[in-house]
Protein backbone atom coordinates (compact mmCIF):
# COMPACT_ATOMS: atom_id res chain seq x y z
CA UNK A 1 0.00 0.00 0.00
CA UNK A 2 1.58 3.07 -1.37
CA UNK A 3 -1.26 5.58 -1.25
CA UNK A 4 -3.86 6.45 0.89
CA UNK A 5 -6.98 8.89 0.21
CA UNK A 6 -8.67 11.01 2.10
CA UNK A 7 -12.17 12.74 2.13
CA UNK A 8 -15.23 14.39 4.61
CA UNK A 9 -18.48 13.92 3.33
CA UNK A 10 -21.47 14.90 4.73
CA UNK A 11 -22.31 17.80 7.11
CA UNK A 12 -19.49 18.99 8.82
CA UNK A 13 -18.13 18.34 12.09
CA UNK A 14 -15.59 20.19 14.64
CA UNK A 15 -12.65 17.92 14.89
CA UNK A 16 -12.42 16.92 10.88
CA UNK A 17 -9.27 19.12 9.92
CA UNK A 18 -7.96 17.29 13.89
CA UNK A 19 -8.23 13.76 11.92
CA UNK A 20 -7.46 15.31 8.63
CA UNK A 21 -4.12 15.88 9.83
CA UNK A 22 -3.84 12.82 11.77
CA UNK A 23 -4.58 10.48 8.46
CA UNK A 24 -2.10 12.24 6.68
CA UNK A 25 0.91 12.37 9.00
CA UNK A 26 0.39 8.75 10.07
CA UNK A 27 0.16 7.74 6.35
CA UNK A 28 3.42 9.81 5.94
CA UNK A 29 5.20 8.06 9.09
CA UNK A 30 4.54 5.01 7.74
CA UNK A 31 5.99 5.58 4.28
CA UNK A 32 2.93 5.96 2.23
CA UNK A 33 1.83 8.90 0.34
CA UNK A 34 -1.10 10.94 1.57
CA UNK A 35 -3.92 12.34 -1.16
CA UNK A 36 -7.05 14.74 -0.06
CA UNK A 37 -10.51 14.03 -2.09
CA UNK A 38 -11.98 17.91 -1.81
CA UNK A 39 -15.97 17.88 -1.91
CA UNK A 40 -16.38 14.29 -0.48
CA UNK A 41 -18.06 12.09 -2.91
CA UNK A 42 -18.64 14.52 -5.01
CA UNK A 43 -14.88 15.05 -5.89
CA UNK A 44 -14.32 11.08 -5.51
CA UNK A 45 -16.01 11.21 -8.75
CA UNK A 46 -14.95 14.00 -10.70
CA UNK A 47 -12.07 12.98 -9.45
CA UNK A 48 -10.69 16.61 -7.39
CA UNK A 49 -7.85 15.16 -6.11
CA UNK A 50 -4.35 16.84 -4.26
CA UNK A 51 -1.24 15.11 -2.79
CA UNK A 52 -1.40 16.03 1.08
CA UNK A 53 2.11 16.82 2.75
CA UNK A 54 3.54 17.06 6.44
CA UNK A 55 3.34 20.45 6.04
CA UNK A 56 -0.45 20.92 4.01
CA UNK A 57 -2.01 19.64 7.22
CA UNK A 58 0.01 22.28 9.77
CA UNK A 59 -1.96 24.52 11.66
CA UNK A 60 -5.09 22.89 11.17
CA UNK A 61 -5.47 20.99 14.16
CA UNK A 62 -7.79 23.45 16.35
CA UNK A 63 -9.63 24.84 12.97
CA UNK A 64 -13.65 24.29 12.79
CA UNK A 65 -14.89 22.66 9.12
CA UNK A 66 -13.24 20.72 6.95
CA UNK A 67 -9.93 21.83 4.65
CA UNK A 68 -11.05 19.27 2.00
CA UNK A 69 -14.82 20.56 2.14
CA UNK A 70 -17.92 18.72 2.17
CA UNK A 71 -20.80 18.07 -0.03
CA UNK A 72 -24.02 15.64 -0.09
CA UNK A 73 -23.85 13.55 -3.57
CA UNK A 74 -26.41 12.47 -4.94
CA UNK A 75 -24.87 10.51 -8.05
CA UNK A 76 -22.75 8.54 -4.89
CA UNK A 77 -25.87 6.51 -4.01
CA UNK A 78 -26.07 5.05 -7.63
CA UNK A 79 -24.06 1.97 -9.06
CA UNK A 80 -22.84 4.25 -11.88
CA UNK A 81 -21.83 7.18 -10.04
CA UNK A 82 -19.68 4.57 -7.55
CA UNK A 83 -18.21 3.03 -10.44
CA UNK A 84 -17.32 6.15 -11.71
CA UNK A 85 -15.88 6.64 -8.22
CA UNK A 86 -13.79 3.92 -8.65
CA UNK A 87 -12.27 4.71 -12.05
CA UNK A 88 -10.66 7.83 -10.17
CA UNK A 89 -9.28 6.22 -7.63
CA UNK A 90 -7.73 3.41 -9.64
CA UNK A 91 -6.05 6.41 -12.11
CA UNK A 92 -4.98 8.13 -9.76
CA UNK A 93 -3.08 5.19 -8.27
CA UNK A 94 -5.06 4.99 -5.18
CA UNK A 95 -4.82 1.81 -3.02
CA UNK A 96 -7.15 2.90 -0.19
CA UNK A 97 -9.88 5.21 1.11
CA UNK A 98 -10.18 6.51 4.42
CA UNK A 99 -13.83 8.22 4.73
CA UNK A 100 -14.65 11.11 7.66
CA UNK A 101 -18.34 11.03 7.84
CA UNK A 102 -21.64 9.56 9.73
CA UNK A 103 -24.95 7.44 8.64
CA UNK A 104 -25.03 8.50 5.04
CA UNK A 105 -20.94 8.52 4.42
CA UNK A 106 -20.59 5.13 5.53
CA UNK A 107 -23.91 3.72 4.03
CA UNK A 108 -22.23 4.52 1.02
CA UNK A 109 -18.90 3.31 1.44
CA UNK A 110 -20.51 0.24 2.11
CA UNK A 111 -22.15 -0.42 -0.96
CA UNK A 112 -18.87 0.87 -2.67
CA UNK A 113 -16.65 -1.82 -1.11
CA UNK A 114 -19.27 -4.69 -1.70
CA UNK A 115 -19.30 -3.66 -5.61
CA UNK A 116 -15.73 -2.55 -5.82
CA UNK A 117 -14.02 -4.33 -3.52
CA UNK A 118 -11.54 -0.92 -2.57
CA UNK A 119 -9.78 -1.02 0.88
CA UNK A 120 -12.23 1.88 2.79
CA UNK A 121 -12.05 2.73 6.50
CA UNK A 122 -14.14 4.49 7.97
CA UNK A 123 -14.07 7.88 10.91
CA UNK A 124 -16.78 9.03 12.95
CA UNK A 125 -17.03 12.59 11.95
CA UNK A 126 -20.79 13.53 12.95
CA UNK A 127 -22.36 15.64 15.73
CA UNK A 128 -25.07 13.76 16.58
CA UNK A 129 -23.24 10.98 18.29
CA UNK A 130 -25.90 8.20 16.75
CA UNK A 131 -23.53 5.73 14.99
CA UNK A 132 -23.01 2.74 16.75
CA UNK A 133 -19.00 1.36 17.39
CA UNK A 134 -17.63 4.39 18.99
CA UNK A 135 -19.01 5.64 22.37
CA UNK A 136 -18.72 9.31 21.06
CA UNK A 137 -17.93 11.04 17.64
CA UNK A 138 -16.08 13.13 16.09
CA UNK A 139 -17.95 17.05 16.92
CA UNK A 140 -20.16 15.56 19.70
CA UNK A 141 -17.99 17.14 22.33
CA UNK A 142 -17.87 20.49 20.75
CA UNK A 143 -21.41 20.88 19.64
CA UNK A 144 -22.55 20.10 23.40
CA UNK A 145 -20.34 22.67 24.56
CA UNK A 146 -21.59 24.72 22.18
CA UNK A 147 -24.65 24.34 23.39
CA UNK A 148 -24.44 24.05 27.03
CA UNK A 149 -22.69 28.44 26.76
CA UNK A 150 -25.79 29.33 24.43
CA UNK A 151 -28.22 27.81 26.73
CA UNK A 152 -26.29 29.30 29.74
CA UNK A 153 -26.30 32.81 28.35
CA UNK A 154 -30.02 32.28 27.66
CA UNK A 155 -31.32 31.48 31.22
CA UNK A 156 -29.24 34.87 32.26
CA UNK A 157 -32.65 36.43 30.21
CA UNK A 158 -35.16 33.99 31.31
CA UNK A 159 -33.97 34.85 34.46
CA UNK A 160 -34.28 38.34 34.67
CA UNK A 161 -37.79 38.44 33.16
CA UNK A 162 -39.50 35.05 34.61
CA UNK A 163 -39.74 33.48 30.77
CA UNK A 164 -40.27 30.03 29.53
CA UNK A 165 -37.60 29.56 26.83
CA UNK A 166 -37.74 26.44 24.23
CA UNK A 167 -34.27 26.09 23.09
CA UNK A 168 -33.99 24.04 19.37
CA UNK A 169 -31.36 21.99 19.22
CA UNK A 170 -29.59 19.65 16.41
CA UNK A 171 -30.68 15.89 16.29
CA UNK A 172 -33.15 14.68 13.84
CA UNK A 173 -32.68 10.83 14.81
CA UNK A 174 -30.99 11.41 17.82
CA UNK A 175 -31.38 13.09 21.17
CA UNK A 176 -27.77 12.81 22.13
CA UNK A 177 -26.97 16.40 21.90
CA UNK A 178 -30.04 17.62 23.61
CA UNK A 179 -30.27 15.17 26.74
CA UNK A 180 -26.59 15.63 27.28
CA UNK A 181 -26.98 19.95 27.21
CA UNK A 182 -30.62 19.43 28.88
CA UNK A 183 -28.61 17.32 31.58
CA UNK A 184 -25.79 19.92 31.91
CA UNK A 185 -28.20 23.19 31.87
CA UNK A 186 -30.54 21.72 34.47
CA UNK A 187 -33.18 21.92 31.81
CA UNK A 188 -36.96 21.71 33.08
CA UNK A 189 -37.50 19.13 30.49
CA UNK A 190 -36.19 17.99 27.65
CA UNK A 191 -38.22 16.73 24.58
CA UNK A 192 -36.91 14.15 22.26
CA UNK A 193 -37.59 10.74 21.03
CA UNK A 194 -36.55 8.76 23.46
CA UNK A 195 -38.08 10.94 26.80
CA UNK A 196 -41.58 10.29 25.23
CA UNK A 197 -42.77 13.30 26.89
CA UNK A 198 -46.28 14.44 25.37
CA UNK A 199 -47.34 18.32 25.18
CA UNK A 200 -49.96 17.75 28.20
CA UNK A 201 -46.99 16.34 29.95
CA UNK A 202 -44.74 19.18 29.05
CA UNK A 203 -47.63 21.82 30.41
CA UNK A 204 -47.69 19.81 33.76
CA UNK A 205 -43.85 19.90 34.27
CA UNK A 206 -44.68 23.64 33.65
CA UNK A 207 -47.08 24.26 36.01
CA UNK A 208 -45.08 21.95 39.15
CA UNK A 209 -42.22 24.09 38.46
CA UNK A 210 -44.68 27.26 38.64
CA UNK A 211 -46.05 25.59 41.59
CA UNK A 212 -42.24 25.48 43.21
CA UNK A 213 -41.70 28.96 42.59
CA UNK A 214 -39.48 28.51 39.84
CA UNK A 215 -38.60 32.10 38.27
CA UNK A 216 -37.72 30.16 34.60
CA UNK A 217 -37.50 27.17 32.34
CA UNK A 218 -35.93 25.90 29.71
CA UNK A 219 -36.89 23.29 27.79
CA UNK A 220 -34.26 21.73 25.37
CA UNK A 221 -36.08 20.27 21.96
CA UNK A 222 -34.40 17.91 19.33
CA UNK A 223 -35.57 19.10 16.03
CA UNK A 224 -36.35 15.69 15.56
CA UNK A 225 -39.02 15.52 18.35
CA UNK A 226 -42.29 13.80 16.79
CA UNK A 227 -44.32 17.09 17.78
CA UNK A 228 -42.57 19.53 15.72
CA UNK A 229 -39.66 22.08 16.50
CA UNK A 230 -39.43 24.38 19.01
CA UNK A 231 -41.77 26.78 17.15
CA UNK A 232 -44.48 23.76 16.90
CA UNK A 233 -44.24 23.19 20.35
CA UNK A 234 -44.54 26.14 21.92
CA UNK A 235 -47.37 26.88 20.11
CA UNK A 236 -49.28 23.37 21.09
CA UNK A 237 -48.21 24.57 24.76
CA UNK A 238 -50.00 28.19 24.25
CA UNK A 239 -52.75 26.45 23.15
CA UNK A 240 -53.08 24.46 26.58
CA UNK A 241 -51.34 27.16 29.10
CA UNK A 242 -51.46 30.71 27.99
CA UNK A 243 -49.79 32.05 31.29
CA UNK A 244 -46.08 31.57 30.31
CA UNK A 245 -44.19 34.71 28.67
CA UNK A 246 -42.51 32.46 25.68
CA UNK A 247 -39.74 32.66 23.91
CA UNK A 248 -37.71 30.35 21.42
CA UNK A 249 -33.81 29.85 20.00
CA UNK A 250 -33.31 27.99 17.57
CA UNK A 251 -29.48 27.66 17.31
CA UNK A 252 -29.22 25.53 14.22
CA UNK A 253 -25.91 25.62 12.31
CA UNK A 254 -24.25 27.59 15.44
CA UNK A 255 -23.43 24.02 16.78
CA UNK A 256 -21.43 22.79 13.84
CA UNK A 257 -19.03 25.54 13.74
CA UNK A 258 -16.21 26.71 16.30
CA UNK A 259 -13.38 25.64 17.51
CA UNK A 260 -12.69 21.77 18.71
CA UNK A 261 -12.87 21.21 22.15
CA UNK A 262 -9.84 19.30 23.40
CA UNK A 263 -11.62 15.80 23.58
CA UNK A 264 -12.42 16.16 20.10
CA UNK A 265 -9.09 17.20 18.65
CA UNK A 266 -7.60 14.30 20.52
CA UNK A 267 -10.47 11.88 19.65
CA UNK A 268 -9.90 12.60 16.15
CA UNK A 269 -5.88 12.10 16.29
CA UNK A 270 -6.42 8.56 17.86
CA UNK A 271 -9.10 7.56 15.32
CA UNK A 272 -7.08 9.08 12.30
CA UNK A 273 -3.75 7.28 13.03
CA UNK A 274 -5.85 3.95 13.59
CA UNK A 275 -6.91 4.35 10.41
CA UNK A 276 -4.11 4.28 8.39
CA UNK A 277 -2.61 1.94 10.64
CA UNK A 278 -6.15 -0.70 9.94
CA UNK A 279 -5.71 -0.12 6.53
CA UNK A 280 -2.05 -1.43 6.68
CA UNK A 281 -3.30 -4.29 8.75
CA UNK A 282 -5.62 -5.43 6.00
CA UNK A 283 -8.45 -3.90 7.39
CA UNK A 284 -11.78 -3.11 5.30
CA UNK A 285 -15.00 -1.87 5.34
CA UNK A 286 -14.62 -0.89 8.78
CA UNK A 287 -15.67 2.27 10.95
CA UNK A 288 -12.55 2.80 13.39
CA UNK A 289 -13.61 3.82 16.74
CA UNK A 290 -13.62 4.06 20.52
CA UNK A 291 -15.59 2.35 22.92
CA UNK A 292 -14.40 1.94 26.80
CA UNK A 293 -11.39 3.76 25.91
CA UNK A 294 -10.39 1.07 23.86
CA UNK A 295 -10.02 1.17 19.84
CA UNK A 296 -12.45 -0.86 17.76
CA UNK A 297 -13.05 -1.68 14.17
CA UNK A 298 -17.18 -1.99 13.39
CA UNK A 299 -18.49 -3.33 9.79
CA UNK A 300 -20.20 -0.57 8.44
CA UNK A 301 -23.28 -2.98 8.31
CA UNK A 302 -23.07 -2.50 11.96
CA UNK A 303 -22.32 1.10 12.74
CA UNK A 304 -25.32 2.68 10.56
CA UNK A 305 -27.81 1.26 12.95
CA UNK A 306 -28.22 3.87 15.23
CA UNK A 307 -27.66 3.87 18.72
CA UNK A 308 -30.09 6.06 20.89
CA UNK A 309 -30.99 3.35 22.89
CA UNK A 310 -28.50 3.72 24.77
CA UNK A 311 -29.50 7.30 26.26
CA UNK A 312 -32.37 5.16 28.80
CA UNK A 313 -29.88 6.64 31.40
CA UNK A 314 -29.63 9.91 30.43
CA UNK A 315 -33.30 9.85 29.94
CA UNK A 316 -33.64 8.98 33.17
CA UNK A 317 -31.80 11.62 35.26
CA UNK A 318 -32.67 14.00 33.26
CA UNK A 319 -36.43 13.72 34.64
CA UNK A 320 -34.97 13.21 38.35
CA UNK A 321 -32.88 16.06 37.98
CA UNK A 322 -35.03 18.34 36.50
CA UNK A 323 -37.60 18.69 39.59
Excluded at 274 to 296: C, F, T, W, Y
Aim: proline share 2%; charged share 25%.
Amino acid sequence: MKKIAVLTSGGDAPGMNAAIRSVVRAAVYHGCEAVGVFQGYQGLIQGDFKRLHVRSVAKILGRGGTILKSARCQEFRTEEGRRKAHQQLLEHEVDALVVIGGNGTFEGAMHFYRETGFPVIGLPGTIDNDLSGSDFTIGFDTATNTVVEAVDKIRDTADSHNRLFFVEVMGRDSGFIALHAGIATGAVAVMTPETKITIEELVAILDKGQASNKTSSIVIVAEGHPEGGAYEIAKKVHALEQRYDTRITVLGHLQRGGEPSCFDRVLASKLGVAAVEGLLSGKRNVMAGIINDQLVYFPFEEVIVNKTQQLEDEVRIARILSI
